[in-house]
Every structure is written in structure tokens, then in C-alpha cells.
T-cell receptor, first 116, second 113 residues
Framework: GAGVSQSPSNKVTEKGKDVELRCDPI?????LYWYRQSLGQGLEFLIY????????KSGLPSDRFSAERTGGSVSTLTIQRTQQEDSAVYLC??????????????FGPGTRLTVL | KQEVTQIPAALSVPEGENLVLNCSFT??????LQWFRQDPGKGLTSLLL?????REQTSGRLNASLDKSSGRSTLYIAASQPGDSATYLC????????????FGKGMKLTVNP
């Protein structure tokens, strides 16, 4: 596709359940990022992938959060035993990594997660 | 720790005004700075990216400037239109290390017809 896609667009789950969020980056983009946007906190970085490796996981809020990327393309963010404070919009972005400083991050539409 | 601030949090103006949106950051060791637009319920759309070696970038009615030494960027919107109504976010990527972006909390702009 032409842009970053994410699925599902909305997810409502019960506290304690596990959820998986999916991101399809722009074809050929080697870098992939997950961010979280919540009302009180603004946009926060979660994890960054270069290829299938994650050199920066520093934004993952707890060990209930994990992510993987396969084939240098699709990524899945998994939240185990969801809590109400996990409710937020989860945004994925991708970019080329040319090293020139001109690597624009392109964002998907996000997944709105609501934990009841 | 890099902190990005956007003040004010919201702005309401009549159509046709020229606008200046402000962004400040605490650590001047940045790799680049991006301005984004976010419409309600949507993802982010990149507007302009300024590399650390650049002073400004222009796209149509938009002009973004960067002053690294003072930790400031401005986004200038000429002849504002109702369609410009959105939340505008700035984000910086620091030099070295992770490629993550650190975002300000955004400024909600309303342009009234």
C-alpha cells in the first residue's frame, strides 16, 4: 500500500485480556516505530525497530508490553493482562534510514484501544 | 532528558491571519526537527522536516525555521484558512543513539471563517 496501515482501527477489551496490534509499514522502509498517545501524556515513544532488531525498547512501560517484527516488514505490539491505564491510541510509524538526517517518519492512522 | 514545549496549547483566529506557532526544546544536540499536523481521530501528517544543519524549510503557505542554539523552532502559516484547523505537533530527534522522536504536547488551532 501507499502508506502505513494499522489494524484493528478500534479495539475494546476487558481488563486482564491480552491484545495484539498490527502495523504494516511503507514498503522498503527499514525503520519502524511504535508510539502511544494518551490524553494526559501526549505522544510517547515505545519501541524502535531497525530491520527485525529492536535497538531501543526504552519506552515500553512494563514487561506486559512486547513487540516483534518479522521479515523486516510487519510488526505486532502485544499487551498482556491489559489494564485500564493502557487505554490510548497506539500509533505506528516507518521511515527510510539513509543517515542523512532527512528521514521523515510517516505515521499510520492508529489503533484506539479501550480497556474496560 | 529532552523536553519539547509548545505554547500556547490552543489558539483560535479569524480566517486570513498569518500565524506563528512556537516550539522550544531543552537539548540543542538534535539531528532534525519535524512539524506534524493531526486531524481529530486521525494519525499524524508530516508537514516539514528541518535537518540540524538547516535554518528553514518551506512548503506552500508553510515555513518552518530552526534556531538550534536557542532551542527554538517556529512554524509560520500564511493566510490561514478554516482547513488549517488541526492540532500541530513538533518533534525532535536527538543526535546519536535512538532514532525516536520526542514530541511536544501540540497546539490546537482553530481558524474561524
Amino acid at each position: 500500500g501507499a502508506g502505513v496501515s494499522q489494524s484493528p482501527s478500534n479495539k475494546v477489551t476487558e481488563k486482564g485480556k491480552d491484545v495484539e496490534l498490527r502495523c504494516d509499514p511503507i514498503s522498503g522502509h527499514t525503520a519502524l516505530y511504535w508510539y502511544r498517545q494518551s490524553l494526559g501524556q501526549g505522544l510517547e515513544f515505545l519501541i524502535y525497530f531497525q530491520g527485525n532488531s529492536a535497538p531501543d525498547k526504552s519506552g515500553l512501560p512494563s514487561d506486559r508490553f512486547s513487540a516483534e517484527r518479522t521479515g523486516g516488514s510487519v510488526s505486532t505490539l502485544t499487551i498482556q493482562r491489559t489494564q485500564q491505564e493502557d487505554s490510548a491510541v497506539y500509533l505506528c510509524a516507518s521511515s527510510m534510514t539513509s543517515g542523512s538526517g532527512a528521514d521523515t517518519q510517516y505515521f499510520g492512522p492508529g489503533t484506539r484501544l479501550t480497556v474496560l | 532528558k529532552q523536553e519539547v514545549t509548545q505554547i500556547p496549547a490552543a489558539l483560535s483566529v479569524p480566517e486570513g491571519e498569518n500565524l506563528v506557532l512556537n516550539c522550544s526544546f531543552t537539548d540543542s544536540a538534535i539531528y532534525n526537527l519535524q512539524w506534524f499536523r493531526q486531524d481529530p481521530g486521525k494519525g499524524l501528517t508530516s508537514l516539514l522536516l528541518i535537518q540540524s544543519s538547516q535554518r528553514e524549510q518551506t512548503s506552500g503557505r508553510l515555513n518552518a525555521s530552526l534556531d538550534k542554539s536557542s532551542g527554538r523552532s517556529t512554524l509560520y502559516i500564511a493566510a490561514s484558512q478554516p482547513g488549517d484547523s488541526a492540532t500541530y505537533l513538533c518533534a525532535v530527534r536527538r543526535q546519536g543513539g535512538s532514532e525516536k522522536l520526542v514530541f511536544g504536547k501540540g497546539m490546537k488551532l482553530t481558524v474561524n471563517p
